[in-house]
């Protein structure tokens, strides 16, 4: 018996392309400045390339790729058993569904009926496959393959929407090398409703009154009187709404397996406040919760009652990195052990809730310890490129400050550094006497303002 595992990336995960023009994400020179390409970013006929495996010395999927293939998986051949399912992530995600359809069944007639397939879905690509199996739109008798479908791994998916996404659609939260009002100018597009689909649903009582009055009285930006309020998309509203009704675990094909990934320790949006009886309140308020989520989707959402879960700290943007995650799937997928000799350089991961930030943010950095009672180490944080994108080898060392922690062992702490002042691409290290423990370096894009 066959087994093959289909990877579906999360939002932004794809390469956008105008002709032989990669428009999205761009050369490292093109996204160390503002973004220049919106224009072509907005126009529909834009085609699907890969999914993003790295951007400059930022290893972006080709991490998971590649333990993938370590656990025997492969891309190449006229018989594969690793297919990546890129998708125009601006779009409507029941048309990425059917790009999902198409690689199940290509996979079906390339390896006959006794195959199985495993989805491993990132962030939205979970919401991608689950409308693929829960919707009612795609079966075997329409979609041969759709019955070979045994198991789906989500990894940070927000199963019951982001509370971020309602700023991030009004256009008051930066995305990548986007700015606020870009992200906003894509998802207030009736063509593009895929980041309105990432709103909680109207089922989830996300939205609170937080006038005295109110009691703290649940409120829902598809109500159309707090969509017109807030300044909303109706139709993009009524999409996102029709496209989370699609989805329904019950009505999970029979024998498929659901095991989630729910990223935990980061500060983390947990609900959206605002006073609806006050005129001059004119942008809800984001509340924060301490080790709520992953940075992006609260812990809340990344899961739903009766699925087999896996707690796992780390940002969103990376949360499918982490060994215990890479190990945890192989096993999944009948792998057990294969993973097991991943090198270790020690045992401090390094987390940046933020990847890319306008010179001097201040910056939330997890770093996981794995139970230290102590530490007594140094960050140094090095220069990769010049502000034009251009590599600089060696790095270029830019500044290096202590960080010391003694008392009860502990899984985590965070710290706050600065980004670095000149637009460039750098790497934040850890050391101890000036050797690295770090399992691998966090890379930080510094993005020009103007």
Same mark, same amino acid.
């Given at each position: !018996?066959?087994?093959?595992?289909?990877?579906?990336?999360?939002? @932004?995960?794809?390469?956008?392309?105008?002709?032989?023009?990669?428009?999205w994400?761009?050369?490292?020179?093109?996204?160390?400045?503002?973004?220049?390409?919106?224009?072509?970013?907005?126009?529909?006929?834009?085609?699907v390339?890969?999914?993003?495996?790295?951007?400059?010395?930022?290893?972006?999927?080709?991490?998971?790729i590649?333990?993938?293939?370590?656990?025997?998986?492969?891309?190449?051949g006229?018989?594969?058993?690793?297919?990546?399912?890129p998708?125009?992530?601006?779009?409507?995600?029941?048309?990425?569904?059917?790009?999902?359809?198409?690689?199940?069944?290509?996979?079906?007639?390339?390896? =006959?009926e006794?195959?199985?397939?495993?989805?491993?879905?990132?962030?939205?690509g979970?919401?991608?496959?689950?409308?693929?199996?829960?919707?009612?739109?795609?079966?075997e008798? *329409?979609?041969?393959?759709?019955?070979?479908? $045994?198991?789906?791994?989500t990894?940070?998916? %927000?199963? $019951?929407?982001?509370?971020?996404a309602?700023?991030?659609?009004?256009?008051?939260?930066?995305?990548?090398?986007l700015?606020?009002?870009?992200? $906003?100018?894509?998802?207030?597009? *009736?063509?593009?409703?895929?980041?309105?689909?990432?709103?909680?649903?109207?089922?989830?009582p996300?939205?609170?009154?937080?006038n005295?009055?109110?009691?703290?009285?649940?409120?829902?930006?598809?109500? %159309?009187?707090?969509?017109? !309020?807030?300044?909303?998309?109706a139709?993009?509203?009524?999409?996102?709404?029709?496209?989370?009704?699609?989805?329904?675990?019950?009505?999970?094909?029979?024998?498929?397996?659901?095991?989630?990934?729910?990223? *935990?320790?980061?500060r983390?949006?947990?609900?959206?406040?605002h006073?609806?009886?006050?005129?001059?309140?004119? !942008?809800?308020?984001l509340?924060?919760?301490?080790?709520? =989520?992953?940075?992006?989707? %609260?812990?809340?959402?990344?899961?739903?009652?009766g699925?087999?879960?896996?707690?796992?700290?780390?940002?969103?943007?990376g949360?499918?990195k982490?060994?215990?995650?890479? @190990?945890?799937?192989?096993?999944?997928?009948?792998?057990?052990?294969?993973?097991?000799?991943?090198p270790?350089?020690?045992?401090?991961?390094?987390?940046?809730?933020d990847?890319?930030?306008?010179p001097?943010?201040?910056?939330?950095?997890?770093?996981?310890?794995?139970?230290?009672?102590?530490?007594?180490?140094?960050?140094?944080?090095?220069?990769?490129?010049?502000?034009?994108?251009k590599?600089?080898?060696?790095?270029?060392?830019?500044?290096?400050?202590?960080?010391r922690?003694?008392g %009860?062992?502990?899984?985590?702490i965070?710290?706050?550094?600065?980004?670095?002042?000149?637009?460039?691409?750098y790497?934040?290290?850890?050391?101890?006497?000036?050797?690295?423990?770090?399992?691998?370096?966090?890379i930080?894009?510094?993005?020009?303002?103007?």
């Amino acid at each position: !018996m066959t087994e093959a595992v289909i990877l579906l990336p999360g939002v @932004m995960g794809s390469e956008l392309f105008s002709g032989h023009e990669m428009i999205w994400p761009g050369s490292v020179s093109e996204l160390l400045l503002p973004y220049q390409k919106m224009e072509q970013l907005l126009d529909p006929a834009l085609t699907v390339g890969d999914v993003i495996r790295s951007v400059s010395f930022s290893t972006q999927y080709a991490s998971l790729i590649t333990a993938l293939g370590t656990c025997g998986f492969v891309e190449a051949g006229e018989q594969p058993t690793l297919v990546v399912c890129p998708y125009d992530w601006r779009k409507d995600n029941a048309l990425a569904a059917q790009r999902l359809a198409d690689r199940v069944m290509s996979l079906r007639m390339s390896h =006959g009926e006794g195959l199985v397939i495993n989805l491993v879905a990132h962030s939205m690509g979970g919401l991608v496959s689950r409308y693929f199996l829960e919707s009612g739109q795609f079966s075997e008798a *329409t979609h041969p393959g759709f019955g070979n479908v $045994r198991r789906l791994i989500t990894i940070g998916t %927000p199963h $019951r929407g982001a509370p971020v996404a309602l700023h991030a659609v009004m256009g008051q939260v930066k995305r990548l090398f986007l700015s606020a009002s870009q992200v $906003r100018q894509i998802a207030s597009d *009736t063509r593009f409703p895929a980041l309105y689909q990432l709103v909680p649903p109207p089922t989830e009582p996300f939205l609170w009154d937080s006038n005295p009055a109110s009691r703290l009285a649940p409120k829902s930006p598809h109500d %159309p009187g707090v969509a017109a !309020m807030l300044g909303l998309s109706a139709l993009n509203l009524a999409n996102a709404a029709a496209f989370h009704a699609a989805l329904d675990v019950a009505r999970r094909p029979k024998g498929v397996d659901y095991f989630c990934f729910v990223g *935990t320790r980061q500060r983390t949006i947990s609900n959206v406040r605002h006073d609806f009886a006050n005129a001059a309140d004119t !942008m809800p308020k984001l509340v924060e919760a301490e080790d709520g =989520g992953d940075g992006t989707v %609260p812990s809340w959402s990344a899961s739903f009652a009766g699925m087999q879960q896996m707690l796992v700290g780390g940002d969103h943007a990376g949360l499918y990195k982490p060994r215990e995650v890479l @190990m945890t799937i192989a096993s999944l997928l009948g792998k057990p052990g294969v993973l097991a000799a991943m090198p270790v350089r020690d045992d401090i991961r390094l987390s940046l809730h933020d990847e890319v930030a306008a010179p001097k943010q201040v910056l939330a950095l997890a770093l996981f310890l794995s139970r230290r009672a102590k530490l007594d180490a140094e960050l140094v944080i090095r220069k990769r490129t010049e502000s034009d994108g251009k590599s600089l080898e060696p790095p270029v060392e830019i500044s290096r400050s202590p960080v010391r922690y003694d008392g %009860p062992p502990v899984d985590s702490i965070t710290v706050e550094i600065v980004a670095p002042r000149f637009p460039g691409v750098y790497e934040v290290d850890i050391e101890v006497n000036t050797a690295s423990v770090a399992e691998s370096t966090a890379i930080l894009f510094v993005q020009a303002l103007t």
